[in-house]
């Protein structure tokens, strides 16, 4: 069920359904990719003017940097083929759609919306860290001088995305409750799957991270 979640602000192009099942093949794609890899499944494509401009997923674990989300992997692509191809980065985001297996986080939200892409297709909800209306609308909220508000559609095989980040967090941990680690200290999510505590690592995030748990499950 594809559902529309907001866009007040209706913009001069929006994905049709052909282009929101093809496109988000490839997401999921790169999503299987990231959970093949030991990271959260979460997979993007950017596409401007019907081609791949950004694509990317997790490497949080990877690269021990929690912001390298899938969505600031692709947008630094984007900024690369923008340079490459000698085009102005705004106009390219402008006329960019977003494809992701799961909704923006509140980071990744915020340097949509500055970097002024107009549509984002999401799969599944974020419910701890969404920043399309889970947690915060920064998609739709009025902040003066952050960038265009963004219209999102939401639900494309969603079932499909929750499932898939289940898979992750059994392979994790298979015993108790599953800590959601989207935004939190990369390093803890490295050592949580040999250990059953957290407690004794020391960072920074502990406190918040201690308390959030993983909804979809
Ligand atoms: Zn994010």
Known sequence: VVAVAMGTEEESFS???EETE???CSAFDMAKDALENGEVPVGCLMVYND????????EVNETRNATRH???VALDQLLDWCRRSNLDVSSVCKRTALYV???PCIMC???LRLSNIPVVVYGCRNERFGGCGSVLDVSSADLPHTGNTFKCVSGHRAEEAVEMLKSFY???NPNGR???LFLCCPGWAGLSSSSSGGGAYPCPHRQERRSLTFDFI
């Open 15 to 17: 994905p049709s359904e």
């Open 22 to 24: 093809r496109w988000m």
């Open 51 to 58: 081609q791949v401009v950004g694509k990317g997923r997790n």
């Open 70 to 72: 899938a969505e600031m």
């Open 101 to 103: 297996t799961v909704e």
């Open 109 to 111: 939200a915020a340097a």
């Open 170 to 172: 059994k392979q994790e």
């Open 178 to 180: 599953l800590f959601f």
